[in-house]
């Protein structure tokens, strides 16, 4: 059987989170963590690592944040994109700076709708489009040929820490290795400026957890791939299929090895440290000290 074979065998459970497996959860159930004992998703594993801290990771678990037209963005091209979502919702509105037209976005966001200004509206249509265009992306995300946003809950085996991730796509039976394909939008599809985002926001993270969580729970084994669709919010919508190297995806398991060891040990102290506990011994920064070391010294 191949791994694109076991990864369509398995079909997501409904209902509430009862153990490690597939779930079929709306991104709010999602999450929201649905798992009863608690668990850590990527975005959270790289929040407990420098440049954040597990006193910030605890925080914005403990104090989530309220929604925004960034998020509705995201939110809607997703939906185009995958094909599944909350419903959108088009307001013949210039901007969000009128009462009437707050309080209509608020209502939809409310009632689990989402609701866009009429610009941002043929904006997202326009990138679904492009996506639907380019000759790589539009069959990872061909209708039919994979199962938006599927779930995944399982147990870390060195920690007993449950894991969480939430895969954009996962394919259908058929032949060939499994390619995890996950959509993200972005000020530059260039592949330097996508390599810049990839150290800032963690990606490479991303891309060995949820490979880590596919294999834990039989979907792939080590030949399974990943791929990141990342497409320009600007006309023409240019679109970038990245792949990341082996080094990259060594750095990104490393990563977040510490970052579940530091969750296992903040759960079982209950203590979530911040930057440092100590007096930081700090240096310049090295460019700084290289200009200023000539200039001055």
Not at 6 to 22: K, S
Not at 94 to 113: H, S
């Amino acid at each position: 059987m191949t791994n694109t074979a076991l990864a369509g065998a398995v079909a997501p459970a409904a209902g509430p989170v009862t153990g490690p497996g597939v779930y079929d959860l709306t991104a709010e159930e999602y999450h929201a963590d649905p798992v009863p004992c608690g668990s850590l998703s990527s975005s959270g594993a790289r929040r407990l690592l420098p440049p954040s801290c597990p006193a910030l990771f605890r925080w914005e678990q403990d104090h989530p944040q309220p929604p925004k037209a960034t998020f509705d963005f995201g939110h809607a091209a997703h939906k185009l994109v995958l094909g599944v979502g909350p419903d959108l919702v088009a307001l013949d509105f210039d901007d969000w700076r009128t009462k009437a037209a707050r309080q209509e976005r608020d209502e939809l966001r409310a009632a689990g709708a989402v609701p866009l200004l009429r610009d941002d509206y043929q904006q997202v249509l326009d990138m679904a489009a492009a996506i639907r265009q380019h000759p790589m992306a539009s069959r990872l995300f061909e209708p039919g040929s994979g199962t938006a946003e599927s779930a995944l809950v399982w147990r870390d085996g060195p920690t007993g820490v449950m894991r969480r991730a939430l895969l954009d796509w996962r394919p259908a039976p058929g032949p060939g290795r499994m390619i995890i394909r996950d959509y993200k939008t972005a000020r530059s599809a260039d592949p330097a400026a996508v390599a810049r985002a990839v150290h800032e926001y963690g990606y490479h993270q991303q891309a060995d957890w949820y490979r880590a969580g596919c294999r834990a729970l039989g979907l792939c084994d080590e030949t399974a791939e990943f791929v990141f669709v990342v497409q320009e919010k600007t006309a023409p919508y240019l679109v970038t299929v990245v792949q990341l190297d082996a080094m990259a995806m060594r750095i990104g398991a490393a990563r977040n090895r510490r970052a579940i060891e530091t969750y296992a040990k903040c759960v079982e102290t209950g203590r979530w440290p911040g930057y440092a506990d100590d007096v930081a011994y700090l240096s310049l920064p090295p460019y700084a000290e290289i200009r200023d070391s000539e200039e001055y010294l």
